[in-house]
């Protein structure tokens, strides 16, 4: 066994993650401009922060009391899916509740901190080299990729270890009693759930408040008073670049704890099947079934250490160049650590699979399906939001005839990305669970378990590249802020011209991470709701066995979408996603009216702003924006959390399963349009920025003209979309599946 690995993969991880921080603070911080721009940005975050976690904090603790109890009333002995039950399994799920939560601000304060000391030093070295500033930012992103990855893989074993995940006295062939590493997936999903709950409000609270900021300071600053983007004159500046630190980097830092979090869960809970065939069957180790997906994380964590020396490349380079290097090392060594980890840990004996192969080839082929799936997402979505490619120069062109046909261009190109999308993940899913039945893994009843164990095998193999993509994504509003910075100390031309390069990257890599992130949450949705089938079973098996239940009403083979119940449950479900949608795009703009009103007002107010001879009130709208995203963010929320349980208790465990097959393919397509909607607007802003766009006599058609203004429509109606209601679905669709699994027992009738 090499379950080894997985503690030492994260402590590797965070000592690697404190070398990249010391070697990121020891950089030149700038001129003494920059750092006092900075420390602004950097107090105007951790205000907001404290305020908001306090408030999530609270919220969580009452849930897992809330939770806890429900479950120690509910999950009795004649409905448990283990030998724990009652009072007991009421406070271990609390507790997982509790600490998943916690694990899970952590992550988000982690990625917020390291980006506000990263990004003086990225407008530092700009005033040098486009390198240094690449490597810088992108250093600084790792810091924050390695922590989040290791606390998640951590957290998990962790808890995993704390509940009995580690004892495996009973668990061969013929010994008595209860294999506690069997039992122990079942006893952890309210880690995944807390996690989940957490991520959800930091996403939504986050992404209000960097979006309403980033409009309101846009629409007055650029559009009407036509200063630069940034420009210290403009009173909505110093709340932009702290939305970028707080939505960006620490809901983004929550979102990927909670995906790595939720999905390692659900593929544990799946690996207990396999477990069950390898045990009966006198293989080897058969616990390593359950361990597989932890294993293959460390492995991509380590994976990743080694890449990020890849990091490198020459001035005249493009950026996006020397990062694609890094992704590709992961992705290399990555397959080496897949082929290692199933070749050990899925030993069948002398049995084989299809074509006299070993079972572990098939499961190494499913895993480099999820790999293939991870690189796919990668270049799709740099096609339809980079500069260079043929959806943004449309927006871009479009927006020669004003804001209109930008809003009607971007929009198309929103919705024919759902296309490839869906293609894409229909394809993983099909070709990782037919691999998954080659292996040949059949129980007892003659079903074969394999087809669903490759999907989650899959997942795992697409989540091993997640440290090197959080530090993609946390490289994009490092580089942002670095820009800010530079506008606002009035840094030479080269330095903003090399930040607004960067900034432009940082687009697509926070764009691609939204991508990785929806479809990781395709695969784990199948994954998840798996494993909610799995999970009712053993209940309903449970009841069968005690009586409670007759044998003629059976086990949850499959979802019957002509029931009525189940029907309607489904039609909610989409509803719902679009209804969650609408409270958080909504949100954005009754802020981002207060941020207009209150900048338009220090312009009339204070006449000395446009001529340096008065500054700005900036605190003034960090403080309406801090107060207003955190009021905005409850009822999204609360509805998020309310919705499945509503469903469930209303309509039964059945209706619960169509309620998470249809909301996880409408969230999935509907967060595919707003992400890469939104990031395509943003890139044709950019584009046209650059000097990119000509009219029909070659003439520039830059900064400051009609294109320019109809562009910067664009992206602010894209704003809300792809960085507050597009991310807050990836959470939307896992949160459906943790609660439903932790909340099972509740709808069983």
């Known amino acids: 066994m090499i379950t080894w690995i997985i503690p030492i993969a994260g402590i590797a991880a965070i000592i690697f993650a404190l070398f990249m921080a010391r070697d990121v603070l020891s950089r030149d911080k700038g001129t003494q401009a920059m750092q006092d721009v900075a420390a602004t940005i950097f107090e105007g975050a951790v205000a907001f922060i404290r305020r908001q976690y306090t408030t999530i904090g609270v919220l969580a603790l009452v849930g897992a009391l809330v939770i806890g109890a429900i479950i120690a009333v509910v999950e009795n002995e004649s409905v448990a899916d283990t030998s724990v039950f009652g009072m007991e399994l009421g406070i271990r799920t609390g507790v997982a509740f509790l600490v998943g939560a916690i694990c899970s601000m952590l992550s988000g304060i982690i990625g917020m901190f390291i980006a506000v000391k990263a990004n003086v030093r990225t407008a530092a070295a700009a005033q040098h080299s486009l390198v240094g500033a690449v490597q810088t930012a992108m250093r600084g992103g790792a810091v924050s990729g390695f922590l989040v990855v290791a606390l998640s893989l951590l957290g998990v074993w962790g808890i995993f270890a704390l509940f009995g995940g580690l004892d495996t006295t009973n668990c061969y062939e013929g010994a008595p009693g209860v294999c506690g590493t069997a039992q122990a997936p079942f006893l952890i999903v309210g880690f995944g759930f807390g996690a989940s709950f957490v991520a959800l409000f930091a996403q939504l609270g986050g992404g209000i408040y960097t979006k309403a900021a980033d409009v309101g300071s846009d629409l007055v600053g650029k559009v009407e008073a ?62 390593a079934w359950i361990f597989f997906p932890l294993v293959v994380r460390a492995f991509g964590l380590l994976a990743t250490i080694v890449a990020m020396y890849f990091v490198r490349g020459s001035e005249d380079e493009d950026p996006m160049n020397i990062l694609n290097r890094g992704y590709w090392a992961t992705t290399i060594l990555s397959v080496v650590g897949l082929a290692i980890t199933s070749y050990v840990m899925m030993d069948t004996g002398d049995a084989t699979g299809s074509n006299g192969l070993p079972a572990w080839i098939w499961f190494f082929f499913a895993g480099i399906v999820g790999l293939a799936t991870s690189i796919a997402f990668v270049y799709i979505t740099q096609y339809y939001t980079a500069g260079h490619w043929r959806p943004v120069k449309e927006i871009a062109e479009a927006s020669k005839t004003g804001p209109a046909t930008n809003i009607i261009s971007g929009t198309a190109v929103g919705f024919e990305t759902t296309f490839v999308t869906a293609i894409t993940i229909g394809i993983a899913l099909l070709v990782s669970h037919w691999l998954g039945e080659q292996a040949g893994l059949v129980d007892d009843n003659g079903r074969n378990v394999g087809g669903i164990f490759g999907t989650a095998v899959a997942t795992m193999g697409m989540l091993m590249t997640t440290a090197y993509i959080l530090a993609m994504d946390t490289f994009g509003p490092i580089t942002d802020n670095a820009g800010g910075i530079a506008e606002f100390s009035k840094a030479d031309a080269g330095a903003r011209e090399i930040t607004d390069k960067l900034d432009a990257v940082g687009n697509t890599t926070k764009a691609l991470t939204k991508g990785y992130a929806i479809a990781s949450a395709s695969l784990a949705a199948f994954l998840l709701f798996s494993a909610y089938i799995d999970k009712v079973n053993l209940i309903l098996q449970r009841q069968i066995d005690a009586g409670t239940r007759s044998i003629e009403e059976g086990l949850m083979t499959s ?20 209804f969650f949608s609408s409270l958080a795009i909504r949100a954005v703009g009754t802020t981002a009216q207060a ?16 001529d340096y001879t008065q500054r700005p009130d900036y605190a003034r709208v960090v403080d309406i924006t801090t107060k207003a995203a955190l009021r905005e963010m409850m009822l999204p929320g609360a509805v998020a959390v309310a919705f499945p349980i509503v469903i469930g208790i209303a309509l039964g465990h059945e209706a619960v399963a169509g309620m998470l097959m249809v909301g996880t393919i409408a969230g999935v397509l509907l967060a595919t349009f707003l992400n890469n909607s939104g990031g395509a607007w943003d890139n044709a802003k950019k584009f046209i920025e650059s000097g990119q766009l000509k009219d029909a006599e070659g003439n520039v058609l830059g900064k400051r003209t009609d294109a320019h203004a109809a562009a910067v429509v664009g992206d602010t109606v894209g704003d809300p979309f792809k960085d507050t209601a597009g991310p807050s679905l990836h959470v939307l669709v896992k949160l459906l599946a943790t609660i439903t699994l932790v909340m099972a027992p509740l709808f069983i009738r």
């Open 226 to 287: 036509g200063i630069p983007e940034d420009d210290p004159r403009n009173a909505g500046v110093i709340a932009d670049l702290v939305g970028d630190n707080v939505g960006d980097c620490a809901g983004r830092g929550a979102d990927l704890f909670e995906s790595t979090a939720a999905e390692n869960i659900g593929a544990m809970i799946l690996g207990v099947a396999a477990y069950t065939i390898a045990a009966n069957a006198g293989w080897a180790n058969p616990e």
């Open 559 to 578: 979802v019957n979408m002509a029931d009525v119940q189940v029907f309607v449950a489904a039609f909610l479900a989409a509803m719902l996603v679009y």
């Open 595 to 610: 941020i207009i009103v209150e900048v338009r007002r220090q312009f009339r107010e204070m006449p000395g702003i446009m």
